[in-house]
């Protein structure tokens, strides 16, 4: 995923200016639309990318075509449904953005719009590839990413009480999972688990 070429570089920064916004973005109104105005009211429910951008997270999507935006304030607490189901589908809701972006940009290749061999075809296919390694990236069960509120969401509540007891933990096991074991140890949980999701994706998207 690591890459320094003219194509790539152009599209991580169209993917800060879009794709995380419109991420960040979807967790707003996911959570406005249940009744939670919390990132409305910090200027968040918007797709102005200066209000979105995380510093760290920027900086590994530019270098590695993963990373995060800006944690979007949620008090699932002032939504009208169970508070952790509600938190579950306003997290579940910035992932679900990048996929539906990643659909519409592979309509041009599909209907042959664009040629794959063109510039813009190029262009298009690595902007579906970071949209979809966003997505699976960010559904990883740690915390602070959204599959981690996901799962707490969906596992009956003593599972998910044992899931966020480990919080404190998160980065540590991020850190862990996607630096140590693979560098110390030449294990890549984190490859292993999203690679072969990754490529069906690509493939339904791109092909079938």
């Known amino acids: 995923m690591f890459g320094f ?6 599209v991580r920064v169209i993917v800060l200016l879009l794709g995380i916004p419109i991420h960040e973005w979807a967790h ?3 959570a406005y639309q249940l009744g939670d105005d919390t990132a409305s009211l910090q200027g968040r429910l918007t797709l102005n990318p200066l209000a979105h951008l ?7 999507i530019l270098v590695s075509g993963f990373g995060w935006g800006k944690p979007v304030p949620v008090n699932p607490y002032h939504m009208r449904i169970n508070p952790r189901i509600g938190m579950a589908l306003s997290s579940a809701a910035g992932p679900a953005a990048n996929f539906v972006l990643a659909m519409l940009l592979a309509i041009p290749l599909r209907l042959g719009w664009v040629t794959w061999f063109s510039r813009t075809g190029q262009l298009l296919e690595v902007a579906i590839q970071i949209n979809i390694g966003l997505m699976l990236f960010n559904l ?4 602070p990413l959204d599959g981690e509120k996901v799962l707490v969401g969906v596992l009956p509540p003593r599972w998910g009480d044992r899931l966020l007891q480990l919080r404190p933990f998160g980065s540590l096991i991020l850190v862990a999972l996607l630096f140590v074991l693979p560098q110390l140890i030449g294990i890549d949980l984190v490859g292993m688990i999203i690679a072969p999701i990754y490529g069906l994706l690509m493939n339904l998207l791109l092909f079938v």
């Open 140 to 143: 990883l069960p740690a915390f």
């Open 54 to 60: 995380d510093p760290v997270g920027s900086l590994l």
């Open 28 to 30: 707003a109104w996911s």
């Open 5 to 10: 070429s003219l194509a790539q570089i152009i």
